[in-house]
């Protein structure tokens, strides 16, 4: 078997908009508690770190739903997924937050430098924005009739009534999940990194 001086393990960042359930656990934390337990048993210099992922529209929008801040709900369940943790006794070196201002700076200082080699490529597109929350809308976030069955609870990339997978151009009628407004598209810029680019390096 091949030797490491030091060994640094982590698992899946656990989503903060809602609590972990028994199968995250089964599947995901205590087979790399496990490990992480025999390496400690063997006296091998190991570090598990793990941590709350705390960005994305999800949280976003969940939020708004709740009418508290993105920040209220990350706390609530950054909380309530530590405990949980701790109570099944997984054992964990650190257990951060993607929202602590190391993180924020190590991320930035990534993109800036893959930035600053020329790595991305800027593309813009149309997206479906809601003009009264102010906010791009995600497929699932847009609602309107299924152009198949006539269901008027379609999502923008599902029916759920027949089955069949849809794109928000196909929705008669589209909507805002967030606020029954009508969408419309607006331009929006993203970076996109060729995996061709990624020489080490
Ligand atoms: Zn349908």
Known sequence: MEKFNRYLVTAALPYANGPVHIG???????P????VRYLRARKMDVKFVCGTDEHGVPIT?????????????VDKYYAVIRDSFAAMGISFDIFSRTSRQIHHET????????????LFEERES????????QVFLADRYIIGTCPKCGNDRAYGDQ????????????L?????????AVPVKRKTKHWYM?????SPG
Do not use: W
């Open 24 to 30: 995250h656990l089964a599947g995901c934390y205590l």
């Open 32 to 35: 790399s508690d496990i490990y």
């Open 61 to 73: 929008i969940k939020a708004m739903q709740e009418n508290v801040s993105p920040q209220d709900i």
């Open 107 to 118: 991320a930035a200082a990534f993109f800036k430098e893959m930035y600053d080699k020329g």
């Open 126 to 133: 149309e997206q479906y924005f809601d003009e009264i929350k």
């Open 159 to 170: 029916c759920e009534r027949c089955g069949s997978s849809l794109s928000p151009d196909e």
């Open 172 to 180: 008669i009628n589209p909507r805002s999940a967030l606020s029954d």
């Open 194 to 198: 060729p995996s061709s680019s990624t």
